[in-house]
C-alpha cells in the first residue's frame, strides 16, 4: 500500500477525499516547522512513499530522488481546499503509478 503525507501548505480536510489511503499530515505527526530535507527522511522512516504537497519549488531544492519519496505536486490558483478538489481524480491516477523519486504536477487547466 502506498501512504500518502500531506504538506503543511496543503489542507488537511483534503485528507478526506484519500480515504483508500493512510494518509498523514505534518501537523498530526507533530513535525510541524521542520524543514523539507528534514521531513523527507522521517517521511522515509515511517515507511511514507508519496509526499502531496503545493510547494512547487520543492523539485529545486531537495533530491528527491536520493530521499526515494515520490512527490505530487498540486498547482491550483491557491492551496484552499476548493480550489484543491478538482485535482484529486487525477491524484488518484497518480498515487497507483508514481514511483520513488519520480515529481508529478497535478495542474488545474
Known amino acids: 500500500m502506498r501512504l500518502p503525507w500531506l504538506d503543511e501548505c496543503v ?7 484519500l480515504t483508500d489511503y493512510e ?14 530535507g528534514e521531513l523527507l527522511q522521517l517521511m522515509m522512516q ?19 530522488q536520493q530521499a526515494g519519496v515520490a512527490v ?6 491557491s492551496n484552499r481546499l476548493p480550489d484543491l478538489l478538482p485535482l484529486i481524480p487525477s491524484v488518484h491516477s497518480a498515487v497507483v503509478a508514481i514511483a520513488p ?6 495542474a488545474d487547466c
Open 11 to 17: 489542507p488537511r480536510p483534503l485528507r478526506r477525499e
Open 72 to 77: 505530487i505536486v498540486l498547482v491550483a490558483s
Open 101 to 106: 523519486g519520480v515529481v508529478v504536477e497535478i
Open 23 to 36: 494518509v498523514r499530515t505534518v501537523v498530526e505527526m507533530g513535525w510541524s516547522g521542520k524543514k523539507n
Open 46 to 64: 515511517q515507511n511514507f512513499t508519496i509526499l502531496l504537497t503545493t510547494d512547487q519549488n520543492l523539485r529545486y531544492q531537495q533530491n528527491l
